[in-house]
């Protein structure tokens, strides 16, 4: 009897150790990509989407993924992470976004750059041209591109936001109403599923929309894990944008926002259109 019950403790021991083993699997991926689905993960663990579903279930509860529609996103503290670590995050996503806006900025442009890691990491793209002049309330960005002396940076006074290096304020909102741009580059908190831009603040909203009004070539740039994202403050909508890039395109229901902006959606990598 004694022996029985030690196999049984043994092998109930085991099926836990792979279940956390499992669930810390998924949480890396979910945090490497942004989103994770339960179809793909139950092909990846060879389990079935039930079991997927639980380890979902479990890890939102402890409030280190959010619930979405056939999957679950990563935000394990996601809105207040490091810039650094919130920039890898699908992190060969938004390079393919930024390698592609960038093929469309001129040289000698004059260019309005928003908050938020896909923006910086369009800046970087951005260094091989010349003469561009760049006014930004993102601190990253400015310091990528000041690498080029041919630059011309912009920024607004003020209080710098942490641990963003941004800046948020007044002064931030109105310097885009002080400039007309050849292009706006801005990024968003997340996508609703009736195409309704979010962002955590509502000031990061002001800030998007001057872009886009003082833009004349708007420029969204965003990778997938971005719609069903989840943010309190609204405003603009996915079909007032000049262009929309993205990595590639969204799963349903999402994927309906697309056909009514064919003409001004880009995929990385993909030709854009005139």
């Given at each position: 009897?004694?022996?029985?019950?030690?196999?049984?403790?043994?092998?109930?021991?085991?099926?836990?150790g792979?279940?956390?083993?499992?669930?810390t699997?998924?949480?890396?991926?979910?945090?490497?990509?942004?989103?994770v689905?339960?179809d793909?993960?139950?092909a990846?663990?060879?389990?079935?989407?039930?079991?997927?579903?639980?380890?979902?279930?479990a890890?939102?509860?402890?409030?280190?993924?959010?619930r979405?529609?056939?999957?679950?996103?990563?935000?394990d503290?996601?809105?207040?992470?490091?810039?650094?670590?919130?920039?890898?995050?699908?992190?060969?996503?938004?390079?393919?976004?930024?390698?592609?806006?960038?093929?469309m900025v001129?040289?000698?442009?004059?260019?309005?750059?928003?908050?938020?890691?896909?923006?910086?990491?369009?800046?970087?793209?951005?260094?091989?041209?010349?003469?561009?002049?760049?006014?930004?309330?993102?601190?990253?960005?400015a310091?990528?591109?000041?690498?080029?002396?041919?630059?011309?940076?912009?920024?607004?006074?003020?209080?710098?936001?942490?641990?963003d290096?941004?800046?948020?304020?007044?002064?931030?909102?109105?310097?885009?109403?002080a400039?007309?741009?050849?292009?706006?580059?801005?990024?968003?908190?997340?996508?609703?599923?009736?195409?309704?831009?979010?962002?955590?603040?509502a000031?990061?909203?002001?800030?998007?929309?001057?872009?886009?009004?003082?833009?004349?070539?708007?420029v969204?740039?965003?990778?997938?894990?971005?719609?069903?994202?989840?943010?309190?403050?609204?405003?603009?909508?996915?079909d007032?944008?000049?262009l929309?890039?993205l990595d590639?395109?969204?799963?349903?229901?999402?994927?309906a926002?697309?056909?009514?902006?064919a003409?001004?959606?880009?995929i990385?990598?993909?030709?854009?259109?005139?």
């Open positions: 009897m004694g022996f029985h019950t030690g196999v049984t403790r043994v092998a109930h021991t085991s099926r836990r792979a279940l956390m083993d499992r669930r699997a998924i949480l890396e991926t979910a945090q490497s990509q942004g989103r689905t339960v793909r993960l139950a990846q663990f060879g389990v079935s989407a039930h079991t997927i579903r639980r380890d979902l279930n890890l939102c509860e402890e409030a280190k993924l959010r979405l529609h056939g999957g679950a996103e990563f935000i503290g996601s809105a207040n992470m490091p810039y650094a670590a919130r920039a890898i995050l699908n992190l060969e996503a938004k390079q393919a976004i930024a390698t592609t806006v960038a093929k001129f040289d000698g442009a004059t260019v309005f750059i928003s908050i938020g890691t896909t923006p910086a990491i369009v800046a970087r793209a951005l260094l091989a041209k010349e003469g561009l002049t760049v006014i930004t309330n993102n601190l990253n960005a310091m990528t591109l000041s690498e080029n002396a041919t630059c011309r940076i912009i920024l607004p006074g003020g209080e710098m936001r942490l641990p290096r941004d800046f948020l304020n007044a002064a931030a909102i109105g310097l885009f109403d400039y007309r741009a050849d292009f706006g580059i801005f990024g968003v908190g997340g996508i609703d599923e009736d195409g309704s831009l979010l962002d955590f603040h000031p990061e909203v002001a800030a998007r929309e001057a872009i886009r009004r003082n833009s004349r070539r708007a969204l740039v965003a990778d997938h894990t971005k719609f069903g994202r989840r943010a309190a403050a609204v405003g603009g909508r996915l007032e944008q000049d929309v890039v590639s395109r969204p799963q349903p229901p999402f994927a926002l697309l056909p009514p902006i003409a001004r959606l880009v990385a990598d993909q030709e854009r259109p005139r």
